[in-house]
């Protein structure tokens, strides 16, 4: 079982920016970020190969960009023009997730 922990979620205004890390014990092929809003199935929002390969939600596109730094096992989502739809739980998971790898997930919350 993978260990996986998110940080960097918080508070912001509608139209600013959060960069959330996820550091893992594991060096997969995909990693992802996912989130998940109540009574909502997660869905994933971005993932990346270890070779820099990327895809990303629609509604993300534009305005979130994934990475990686494979010598430390961790991911990064940078979240920019943040709305209040964007408010959810995020969670890391390798792509296709794994469900005995959930982590506790960090919670952004965009309002004014």
């Known amino acids: 079982q993978a260990q996986l922990a998110e940080s960097g979620g918080g508070l912001v205004q509608p139209g600013g920016s959060l960069r959330l890390s996820c550091a893992a014990s594991?060096?997969?092929?995909?990693m992802g970020w996912y989130c998940q809003t109540p009574g909502k199935q997660r869905e994933l929002v971005a993932s990346?190969?270890?070779?820099?390969?990327?895809r990303y939600a629609d509604s993300v596109k534009g305005r979130f960009t994934i990475s990686r730094d494979n010598a430390k096992n961790t991911v990064y989502l940078q979240m920019n023009s943040l709305g209040p739809e964007d408010t959810a739980v995020y969670y890391c998971?390798?792509?296709?997730?794994?469900?005995?790898?959930w982590g506790q997930g960090t919670q952004v919350t965009v309002s004014s």
């Open positions: 594991i060096s997969p092929y995909v």
């Open positions: 990346m190969s270890r070779f820099g390969v990327a």
């Open positions: 998971n390798v792509d296709p997730p794994r469900t005995s790898d």
